[in-house]
């Protein structure tokens, strides 16, 4: 992306249409050049036809399983049954819903535009004659960032969440699956770095295996499913309905609260601070959020029960970015985000669909899908020689344009230490600055409640920034929020 302030890994490579990895291959389509113009049907009532009818099937054929193994002679009549299931198992249905649902694209669309991925640069130019070998790899260095981010997708067989007798999250969890995974990439920055690719060989990395355990689908799993949704259960998350950005954020917060209560160490692996960004406590402010640095400043202090200053942060932004519709002026501004060395990407997709977004590359996003549904695999904190293959994204870069995902979102930031705080303050004081009148959010060292006789007023020190309350940002409900 040409102007953006070039910071992070840079690579840069000669135009190729093949280019392969060590870990796999990654094609290019000629005939998606210049497609960030296709457009993205919106989804209808056959989004929840199909995502029913996939957990449906499931279930029934879950169900058939246990009959068949108590009395195998009842297995006549099901040649059909096997049929469906091979259809899925090969992706046939996967297309047959995209056909429905409208397709997003794969691959990359523009050979001669950078590309940023949470962060780091990626120089891809057709007009490249240096011959560098670096250069010449930029595609495969990109191919092998994208597929070492974790992956987290719908699964099926874990144990029933609490009450609810359900087994799967297939057709309602994509929002909590891609909060997962944001959270996922904060740890791997944390504590094996932004540089950290994804092994080829094993063993594998002891720190990355506990990060999948944390991320398994069982209560003994510290950030599973099940304790999000039950950490949640005030903002109204619920198993078996769908959720939004904001009420995900809180709710994050809310479990490493909790988490960092308990008495057991493997409750408290998140160790960093989580500052949900948002206008007031009951997020109905409207306008541009404020990012207080007294308040990240205290939840440093309260997660450290007062023994350190500062510590890293994960910072949480949740957004409402137009009315029905995502507003034009803010895709500049969440481009320039993935410019960030601090960068975690957005939590965000189509409406109803939620998708984990990790790079740009001029009006693209892409990101990683969370809509593939995958039995349980729970790894084990000391197993280095896990097959962690369902973690990763090893088949196809898909993206979207910017201008079609949902306007409700969330952005997500790590920074490691004070200075990297107050370097991601800086970088986002001068996008306010640039911003045209559209801030995504802004950056104040306090602020002070004043209550008048007409309500309330909210007066912020801030960094030669002001808050603006547009009509986009006056948004006093979650529009994910189909409970």
């Avoid at 397709?103 to 535009?113: D, Q």
């Avoid at 952005?411 to 911003?435: Q, V």
Wanted: charged fraction near 25%; glycine fraction near 8%.
């Amino acid at each position: 992306m040409k102007g953006f302030r070039e910071r992070g890994f840079v690579a840069s490579a000669k135009s190729s249409s093949t280019v392969e990895s060590p870990n796999r291959s990654f094609t290019s389509d000629s005939s998606e050049l210049g497609s960030a113009d296709t457009k993205i049907s919106r989804p209808s009532l056959w989004s929840t036809f199909f995502a029913s009818a996939f957990s449906v099937f499931d279930t029934h054929c879950d169900s058939s399983s246990t009959s068949e193994k108590k009395a195998p002679h009842i297995r006549h009549g099901n040649g059909w049954t096997s049929a469906v299931k091979k259809i899925l198992a090969g992706g046939s249905m996967r297309r047959i819903q995209e056909c429905v649902l409208g397709t997003s694209k794969t691959g990359i669309s523009n050979i001669t535009s950078d590309i940023w991925l949470l962060g780091a640069c990626y120089k891809i130019s057709q007009d490249n004659s240096s011959g560098d070998a670096t250069a010449t790899n930029a595609l495969a260095a990109f191919n092998h960032d994208f597929s070492s981010r974790i992956l987290i997708t719908y699964r099926k067989g874990f144990d029933a969440i609490e009450d609810s007798k359900l087994t799967s999250d297939v057709s309602w969890g994509c929002m909590l699956r891609s909060s997962q995974m944001l959270v996922a990439q904060a740890l791997l920055f944390h504590r094996l770095g932004r540089s950290w690719r994804k092994p080829l060989d094993k063993p594998l990395d002891r720190e990355y295996v506990e990060i999948l355990h944390l991320f398994g689908d069982s209560e003994s799993s510290a950030f599973s499913i099940h304790n999000l949704l039950r950490a949640g259960k005030a903002y109204g998350l619920a198993a078996g309905s769908w959720v939004g950005p904001y009420a995900v954020c809180h709710s994050w917060e809310s479990l490493v609260r909790s988490r960092r209560e308990e008495t057991n160490l493997e409750y408290r692996s998140l160790s960093m601070a989580v500052y949900v960004v948002s206008g007031s406590e009951d997020g109905e402010r409207g306008g541009a959020p404020v990012l207080c640095i007294e308040e990240a400043a205290r939840h440093c202090s309260e997660c450290s029960k007062g023994q350190e200053d500062w510590m890293p942060i994960l910072l949480l932004v949740p957004l409402v970015l137009g009315l029905d519709k995502i507003n034009p002026r803010y895709i500049p501004s969440l481009q320039a985000t993935f410019t960030f060395p601090q960068s975690l990407g957005i939590l965000g997709g189509k409406p109803g669909a939620s998708t984990y977004i990790v790079g740009v590359q001029d009006k693209n996003a892409f990101y990683l899908d969370p809509h593939e549904v995958q039995p349980v695999v729970n790894v084990s904190r000391d197993d280095v020689e896990a097959n962690t293959s369902s973690y990763h994204c090893d088949s196809v870069v898909r993206h979207i344009p910017l201008d079609l995902i949902d306007l409700s979102l969330a952005i997500g930031f790590y920074c490691r230490d004070k200075d990297d705080f107050d370097d991601f303050c800086s970088l986002a004081s001068k996008l306010t600055d640039e911003s045209n009148g559209a801030p995504l959010f802004t950056v104040a060292h306090s602020r002070k409640l004043l209550k008048h006789d007409s309500g309330e007023i909210w007066s912020d020190e801030s960094l030669g920034v002001q808050t603006m309350n547009d009509v986009e940002g006056c948004v006093h409900e979650d529009d994910w929020q189909l409970l």
